[in-house]
């Protein structure tokens, strides 16, 4: 079985400083990991992907997130967040389940940046 | 190249009606999903498909039904719509690499009355 956890609901930081979305893992396998953006009324769109090359992986926009195999978090951080981070983001595992791929997505972590 | 299609964009229906999403992938992929969006639960995995002519339950598949009878394809069906329905629907689809990210429509309003 597989499972993705968002530890946290709601996000809220000042613009221009760090930002932080902590995302833990349970998988039976070596997952592939993933972070989505969905803004306001939009589609989801991929932000990063792990792919087990680099445990440090960059995705667009300035986001970045470290697999950490020990800890099975794969939290996503931004170094100085600005107002059109304002969104949901999700994070997801995917992973095989009865001979199947399956992809869990977490519960959402809606992130303000408040100006 | 158009990615992944739903239609309609939105719809209201009353109870006990029945309706049919349309997902269309134009990117020739193997595998496709429906998931239900709820606030605070993030996204739900109904059915999904990893090829033609193949379907398979998710983790919340009850009163809905799928077809996948060609590749680019996938069909959500609702036979008789209860307001425990009403929510966002999302197709996605991916090629069936390893590590591949999923390609999502722009989704589906769906109330049920």
């Known amino acids: 079985a597989q499972s993705v956890t968002q530890l946290d609901s709601h996000v809220s930081v000042s613009e221009g400083t760090p930002v932080l979305l902590r995302c833990n893992y349970s998988s039976s396998y070596s997952p592939s990991l993933f972070w989505y953006v969905q803004h306001p009324n939009k589609g989801l769109q991929l932000l990063l992907k792990y792919t087990s090359a680099a445990t440090l992986v960059k995705g667009i926009n300035g986001f970045e997130a470290e697999f950490k195999k020990s800890e099975t978090s794969f939290h996503l951080t931004k170094p100085s967040a600005h107002m059109s981070d304002a969104a949901e983001y999700f994070c997801?595992?995917?992973?095989?389940?009865?001979?199947?791929?399956?992809?869990?997505f977490g519960t959402g972590t809606k992130l303000q940046v408040i100006p | 190249n158009a990615g992944v299609t739903q239609t309609p964009k939105f719809r209201v229906l009353k109870t006990g009606q029945s309706m049919t999403l349309l997902c269309a992938q134009d990117m020739n992929h193997e595998y496709m999903y429906w998931y239900r969006q709820d606030p605070g639960m993030g996204l739900r995995l109904i059915h999904y498909?990893?090829?033609?002519?193949?379907?398979a339950k998710g983790e919340v598949p009850d009163g809905y039904n799928v077809s996948r009878l060609k590749k680019q394809n996938f069909l959500l069906g609702l036979e008789s719509a209860a307001p425990s329905q009403t929510s966002v629907y999302f197709c996605?689809?991916?090629?069936?690499?390893?590590?591949?990210?999923?390609?999502f429509g722009s989704g589906t309003q769906l109330s049920v009355l």
């Open positions: 997801v595992v995917r992973g095989t389940s009865g001979g199947y791929q399956k992809v869990t």
């Open positions: 498909s990893v090829g033609e002519g193949t379907t």
């Open positions: 996605a689809s991916r090629d069936g690499r390893a590590n591949e990210k999923l390609f």
